[in-house]
């Protein structure tokens, strides 16, 4: 039986008031954060300072706190919509460009960068991902990718290009990206592959 317009309307003031209520209790929550971008861009660096302790320190639950709070930080200079990562102008991404290592350099905990490694007799070029990669409200290592420097070398991947989404290592206290990087290729290369790199394809 279908919805009398008494019925609709009170329905559509319940959809409000829970809308308002979302908003009023996001507002409370995240009133400590900056509004700005300028603002956010210093208040992030000093997130990614904590984030990377957090994970020297084998603390997940303290890192991953902090990843929802550049989440949530991103999400309040959206207006409190969602949609943080959906374009090069969304907050998540300005927030995660504007902090990066430098190029070439290997990024801290929690900083989004791109640089070379050796790793299982081989040469990658990385991509990591900071705060906003897929997953990184969840799994307590970013998710990175690479791609082989040299093609005509053996590589980890028969097409050049591999990534790593919720790859784990053994924590270990003090382990900087760059280290578990290595360790994620290297498992991969050892268990995956049985020791045995791989003839890049001619795409």
């Not at 929690?110 to 897929?134: D, R, W």
Request: proline share 6%; hydrophobic share 45%; aromatic share 6%.
């Amino acid at each position: 039986m279908s919805k009398q317009p008494e019925q609709m309307g009170f329905d559509c003031l319940m959809q409000a008031a829970a809308a308002e209520n979302t908003a009023h209790a996001f507002a409370k929550e995240t009133a400590h954060l900056p509004e700005t971008m300028k603002e956010a861009i210093i208040f992030h660096r000093a997130q990614i300072e904590r984030h990377h302790a957090a994970m020297l320190a084998t603390d997940f639950n303290a890192a991953i706190a902090i990843r929802k709070e550049a989440h949530a930080l991103a999400k309040k200079l959206n207006s409190g919509k969602p949609g943080i990562i959906a374009g090069p102008d969304a907050p998540g991404c300005v927030l995660e460009r504007e902090t990066a290592a430098p190029a070439g350099a290997v990024p801290i905990w929690g900083q989004a960068g791109a640089f070379e490694i050796e790793a299982a007799s081989t040469t990658a070029l990385i991509e990591i991902s900071g705060m906003f990669g897929i997953g990184a409200t969840a799994m307590p290592y970013a998710g990175f990718s690479d791609r082989a420097k040299d093609k005509a070398a053996p590589f980890f991947s028969d097409t050049g290009y591999r990534s790593f989404l919720g790859a784990s290592v053994p924590p270990e206290q003090g382990m900087t990206p760059e280290g578990f990087v290595r360790r994620a290729i290297e498992s991969h290369v050892e268990t995956v592959l049985r020791g045995r790199l791989l003839a890049v394809r001619a795409l």
